[in-house]
């Protein structure tokens, strides 16, 4: 029952992928493929040359071949016997002494959690409204890559060509010519590339003084806003009373009043517009005044749980954000890294002698490279233009194969002595066939304990070019970048702590799965050290 569903959802996830892809839709990971092959040009190439798949003018491959590849899989799964996919009693017995280990099992679990929450995408973290309800219509914006102008909910001016601005219409829903219902993500800001407006505290009259929620009398600036929101008065209070300097903005951000007031009375005022500024005073509600949280702005002000960093993004959705780069990335760079260093380490394992000797001395050769310095080298080169995600990714990938070879080379030199592969050549196998078919089988355990070592290298690696400045572009969200930003600004605590602990977190977690993968696959349940 479980193959047959396994198999069928496979199935059915990539019938949805070329559906989605073919009529504009956006679907939830689902869609991944597709998306990083917009992202990069080499992942795609003009329709022309296959005119049944072009899409937009172009032939996204990658994602067709992802979505071919996630049917294969399922037709495998359910056409393969039951007990052809059993797992050896071998492994079920490491899975079990894996299940033992309490730290290793309760990061996967928690590490699983992260990655269907990541997978979510725009459900859970984007700018855009899951659904719209406007004249008995239903507009679903965050699962379509056709942008909706504000002329389809009837803005008028500057909102009636640009994109919808939901979080405002959001504000808006249920008034008269206005949706009647806007449903917003649970973080309803983008990652990148989206300032949150400046969060305000409302502020309350209590005997004539101007207090805080909790009652006591407000000292500090207050301000008085325009029905936009924009700032039209900044004051000073002190004990809840008018004292220090105030002052005023036109609605075209020029400074145009200023005054002076000592124990709530007047002392001195100037308009620049005209003599008496009874009339621009009256622009705003006199007594409706609020705290303007300037970014960067702290936790639990404004809707934004872990506060703003120093370009207004909401943190929640920049981590959010670098969590899914993070998980694109590994997902990416583990294939990539273990089809080469799995074939190369087994050769010289396996042929051993002089291809065995040329090989390891060229790896010693790349090994010297140092790393940070071709990336400096390279980010002089390249233009702007094309640097980003490939790049990046690429350079990772030439050196991070190198260090697991000499593991599987050792495995290797110590697998081909063993019974079954001599009768495998006594059967006439050649040596590819032993190599994949034979032995590599019996590194699996190998593979699997290195495999969590590896996503937490590829993580730090990202995060600390991020943090140097040779990383990622400005339009992903990077932990090492928001890290950066916290260090610089350390006045503003919540920055700093939040990267560092979403950072040490997935390192922890990822770094618990792997030791209890490689003591669930050791054959000697504890080791002693006897002096």
């Excluded at 309490?102 to 992260?114: D, E, P």
């Excluded at 005209?274 to 300037?294: E, G, K, N």
């Excluded at 040779?470 to 916290?486: E, H, I, M, S």
Aim: charged share 15%; glycine share 10%.
């Amino acid at each position: 029952m479980t193959k047959n569903l396994t198999g069928l959802l496979l199935i059915l996830a990539a019938l949805l992928g070329v559906l989605g892809e073919l009529h504009g839709w956006l679907l939830p990971t689902i869609s991944w493929p597709f998306t990083l092959s917009r992202e990069f040009e080499c992942l795609q190439y003009p329709g022309w040359y296959t005119p049944w798949l072009e899409v937009d003018g172009r032939c996204h491959w990658f994602g067709w071949l992802c979505m071919a590849l996630l049917a294969l899989l399922g037709c495998i799964i359910l056409l393969r016997s039951r007990d052809s996919l059993r797992l050896p009693p071998e492994y079920r017995k490491r899975l079990q002494r894996f299940a033992s280990i309490r730290r290793g099992k309760w990061s996967l679990i928690l590490l699983g959690l992260l990655l269907v929450l990541a997978g979510l995408d725009q459900s859970i973290v984007g700018k855009r409204a899951l659904a719209v309800e406007y004249k008995g219509r239903w507009y679903f914006p965050a699962f379509t890559r056709a942008v909706l102008p504000g002329s389809t909910f009837d803005l008028m001016g500057d909102d009636e060509r640009a994109e919808t601005d939901y979080r405002a219409l959001a504000q808006e829903q249920g008034c008269p010519g206005r949706p009647s219902l806007v449903l917003m993500p649970p973080v309803p800001y983008e990652p990148v590339a989206d300032v949150a407006p400046f969060p305000t505290e409302p502020l309350e009259w209590r005997g004539g003084l101007l207090c805080r929620h909790n009652g006591q009398p407000y000292n500090g600036l207050a301000c008085r806003l325009y029905p936009d929101g924009q700032v039209h008065l900044r004051l000073r209070y002190r004990n809840g009373r008018l004292d220090g300097q105030a002052t005023g903005w036109a609605r075209d951000r020029r400074e145009v009043y200023s005054a002076h007031y000592a124990a709530g009375k007047l002392r001195s005022s100037s308009y620049a517009d005209a003599a008496d500024p009874t009339d621009f005073l009256a622009q705003s509600d006199p007594h409706r005044l609020y705290i303007v949280y300037y970014h960067p702005a702290p936790p639990l002000t404004g809707g934004h749980l872990l506060g703003t960093n120093s370009q207004g993004a909401d943190i929640l959705a920049y981590l959010y954000g670098g969590l899914q780069v993070n998980i694109k990335a590994a997902l990416l760079y583990l294939p990539v890294i273990y089809a080469i260093g799995l074939t190369v380490g087994m050769l010289m394992g396996y042929f051993g002698g002089r291809f065995d000797l040329v090989v390891q001395r060229g790896i010693e050769i790349l090994s010297q490279l140092p790393f940070l310095f071709v990336v400096m080298i390279l980010s002089d080169l390249v233009p702007q233009e094309l640097r980003g995600f490939v790049l990046i990714l690429g350079l990772l990938c030439l050196f991070g194969w190198m260090p697991m070879t000499y593991l599987i080379r050792t495995a290797t030199m110590k697998e081909k002595t063993r019974d079954y592969v001599a009768a495998a050549r006594v059967m006439g196998a050649g040596p590819m066939h032993i190599l994949f078919r034979h032995i590599l089988p019996n590194l699996t355990g190998i593979i699997v304990t290195l495999v969590p070592f590896s996503v937490a290298a590829v993580v730090l690696s990202l995060t600390s070019l991020d943090y140097l400045g040779f990383g990622l572009p400005d339009t992903y969200a990077g932990w090492g970048r928001l890290l950066n930003d916290g260090l610089s600004k350390l006045s503003s605590p919540w920055i700093v702590s939040s990267a560092f602990g979403a950072l040490v977190a997935t390192l922890l977690m990822v770094t618990f799965i792997g030791e209890a993968f490689r003591e669930a696959s050791d054959p000697r349940r504890r080791t002693y050290y006897e002096s």
